[in-house]
């Protein structure tokens, strides 16, 4: 079973660049989607950006072109990263990191079942 450990969160000024790590111990290719999700305070979770079947990538439209997802395959544990550039205040969430099995997998929320505990990033404009 897979484990998602988030870490890289914190606080800056609009404009600035924070990168989110995710340590995943026990992820294999079976895992079709992997992936950044936030929730801002008092609103739902939302998807930010996925890597699909290791390769495809897609981003939410309010990201595209600040936030770029990687990911390090050589790394034992496997490990994801979403670096951010530019951040405004709305993009102040806790970001969370999850993967899924499941075949139809992409931004849906529901779809995933393996959730990090988050990290807070907090823009201040």
């Known amino acids: 079973q897979v484990q998602l450990v988030e870490s890289g969160g914190g606080s800056v000024q609009s404009g600035g660049s924070l990168r989110l790590s995710c340590v995943a111990s026990?992820?294999?290719?079976?895992?079709?989607?992997i992936g950044w999700f936030r929730q801002a305070q008092g609103k739902e979770r939302e998807g930010v950006a996925i890597i699909r079947r290791g390769q495809t990538t897609t981003y939410a439209d309010p990201v595209k072109g600040r936030f770029t997802i990687s990911q390090d395959n050589a790394k034992t544990p496997y490990t994801l990263y979403l670096q951010m550039n530019d951040l405004k205040p709305e993009d102040t969430a806790m970001y969370y990191c999850?993967?899924?099995?499941?075949?139809?997998?992409?931004?849906?929320?529901?779809?995933?079942?393996?959730w990090g505990q988050g990290t807070q990033v907090t823009v201040n404009s």
């Open positions: 026990g992820y294999t290719s079976a895992y079709l989607c």
């Open positions: 999850a993967t899924t099995r499941n075949f139809f997998c992409g931004s849906e929320v529901g779809l995933y079942n393996y």
